[in-house]
C-alpha cells in the first residue's frame, strides 16, 4: 500500500494555459475525490467518483475544470484557460465505500 | 445538504493544557463524522472517526471525540496540548455513501 500519489506536487502556469494533475487512488478503494484548498480554508468538495463514473460535480465548479476516472483506476483534472483565481492546492483522497478518506499530499497550482 | 461549522478559526493553549477544537455538524440522518490535521505543505491526515458505534471515539496522538446527538456536535479533546500538535484541524461529514464535507478548520497554536 502507497498511499494516494499525487502529479505534480508543484505546478506553475501562465494565465490562459490548460493544467492537468493526476491522481492515483489507493489500488482497492472503488471512490476517488477531488478537493480545492486555499490558504486558510478547508478542503472545498469538486467533484467525486465511483469506480469511473463521476457521482457529483459541484455546482460552484466553473466548466473549466472537467475530471475523468477513465477504468475506475487514476484520475486527472484538468482546468482550462486559467485564471489567477484558480491558484491553491487540489487535493485527491481516495476511500472505500462508507470508510473514510486517505489523502495524497496535493497539487499546489500557481497561476502567473 | 450536509454541512459542518467549527467555532474558532484560530485556538492557542499553553503546552500541557487542555485542548478543546469544537465542532457542530448539520445532517439530515445519522452521519459519519471525523476529524482530521494538516501540518503545512502536506496533505490531510485522518485523527479519528465515528461510525455509529462508540460516542466516545479515541484517534492517535491522545485525541479523542465526543459524538452528542442532541447537541449535534463531534468536538475534539486532548488532555495535555503538545508542541507537535501545532497544526490545522479540521472536522468533515458524511452522510451515508455521499461525499464527505469539511469544515473551514481550526489553527491550534501551543504556548511554550
Known amino acids: 500500500d502507497t498511499g494516494v500519489s499525487q502529479n505534480p506536487r508543484h505546478k506553475i502556469t501562465k494565465r490562459g494555459q490548460n493544467v492537468t494533475f493526476r491522481c492515483d487512488p489507493i489500488?482497492?478503494?472503488?471512490?476517488l475525490y477531488w478537493y480545492r484548498q486555499t490558504l486558510g480554508q478547508g478542503p472545498e468538495f469538486l467533484t467525486y467518483?465511483?469506480?469511473?463514473?463521476?457521482?457529483?460535480k459541484s455546482r460552484l465548479l466553473s466548466d473549466r475544470f472537467s475530471a475523468e476516472r477513465p477504468k475506475g483506476s487514476f484520475s486527472t483534472l484538468e482546468i482550462q484557460r486559467t485564471e489567477q483565481g484558480d491558484s491553491a492546492m487540489y487535493l485527491c483522497a481516495s476511500s472505500r465505500t462508507y470508510t473514510e478518506a486517505f489523502f495524497g499530499q496535493g497539487t499546489r497550482l500557481t497561476v502567473v | 445538504a450536509q454541512s459542518v461549522t467549527q467555532l474558532g478559526s484560530h485556538v492557542s493553549v499553553s503546552e500541557g493544557a487542555l485542548v478543546l477544537l469544537r465542532c457542530n455538524y448539520s445532517?439530515?440522518?445519522?452521519?459519519?463524522l471525523f476529524w482530521y490535521v494538516q501540518y503545512p505543505n502536506q496533505g490531510l491526515q485522518l485523527l479519528l472517526k465515528y461510525t455509529s458505534a462508540a460516542t466516545l471515539v479515541k484517534g492517535i496522538n491522545g485525541f479523542e471525540a465526543e459524538f452528542k446527538k442532541s447537541e449535534t456536535s463531534f468536538h475534539l479533546t486532548k488532555p495535555s496540548a503538545h508542541m507537535s500538535d501545532a497544526a490545522e484541524y479540521f472536522c468533515?461529514?458524511?452522510?451515508?455513501?455521499?461525499?464527505?464535507?469539511f469544515g473551514k478548520g481550526t489553527r491550534l497554536h501551543i504556548l511554550p
Open positions: 489500488s482497492e478503494h472503488n471512490r
Open positions: 445532517s439530515s440522518v445519522p452521519p459519519y
Open positions: 468533515a461529514v458524511r452522510e451515508g455513501d455521499d461525499k464527505i464535507i
Open positions: 467518483f465511483q469506480n469511473e463514473a463521476q457521482l457529483e
